[in-house]
């Protein structure tokens, strides 16, 4: 059974470019989070997502960032018009469809943005 | 004030010694884990609690619910323990992690 899968594992941008980073949980998964985790601090929550549904984006900012979760396919966390201040490791965890505040989360092994 | 709050921040230690790590949370809490990120970058989950004291090999956590806080142990440590321990909570009834800011172990030979 293989672990939740990110890609790419870099990614370099230039300012102003789309990032489009993907997820894909581990099987049997129906729950997506993403975390950030910018140089020297800690990780904070971005979004959480079921199938189709954005369940909690309280993280996310503003502007320039969303989420998604297809019905088929990885989930995908998209960045318009990047900025030096989104260079950060993008981290994705999955968990089992019980109770998501006290499920287990299975991380993946992270996407590093670097935008120059 | 974080509402998680992990001592020591970095901890050096010789081969073979005991090792706590200590975890405070100021809220509410479904449950706790505790998660090990390594020098590569990857992030694994250790243990998840809510009550009470789990163990895995080495590795000891404990939780006391009244006190609002939590220790990480690592009996007889070895230098592949080397790496940044993080605490999160999931706040009571919400599903996202709130984490610490990590503690970083090197352990020494």
């Known amino acids: 059974n293989a672990g939740v899968m990110q890609n790419p594992r870099h990614l370099v941008r230039r300012r102003g470019q789309e990032a489009r980073l993907r997820c894909s949980p581990m099987?049997?998964?129906?729950?997506v989070y993403w975390y950030r985790q910018l140089p020297e601090e800690g990780l904070k929550f971005m979004v959480y997502?079921?199938?189709?549904?954005?369940?909690?984006e309280s993280g996310m900012p503003k502007e320039r960032f969303s989420a998604e979760f297809p019905k088929e396919g990885p989930s995908i966390l998209r960045i318009q018009q990047v900025v030096r201040g989104d260079s950060a490791a993008y981290f994705c965890?999955?968990?089992?469809?019980?109770?998501?505040?006290?499920?287990?989360?299975?991380f993946g092994p992270g996407t590093r943005l670097t935008v120059l | 004030k974080n509402e998680v709050e992990q001592s020591p921040q970095n901890l050096t230690a010789q081969e073979g010694e005991f090792i706590t790590i200590n975890c405070s949370y100021s809220?509410?809490?479904?449950?706790l884990h505790w998660l090990q990120q390594h020098p590569g970058g990857g992030i694994v989950s250790l243990f998840m609690?809510?009550?009470g004291k789990k163990k895995h090999g080495r590795l000891i956590a404990t939780i006391n619910i009244q006190e609002k806080h939590s220790s990480l142990h690592i009996t007889a440590s070895h230098p592949r323990d080397s790496a940044v321990y993080i605490c999160?909570?999931?706040?009571?009834?919400?599903?996202?992690?709130?984490f610490g800011k990590g503690t970083k172990l090197t352990v020494n030979p």
């Open positions: 997502l079921q199938k189709e549904n954005i369940i909690d």
């Open positions: 099987k049997g998964h129906s729950h």
């Open positions: 809220v509410g809490i479904s449950a």
């Open positions: 965890a999955s968990s089992p469809q019980q109770d998501p505040s006290t499920d287990t989360q299975y």
């Open positions: 999160a909570v999931s706040k009571g009834g919400s599903e996202k992690l709130v």
């Open positions: 609690l809510s009550s």
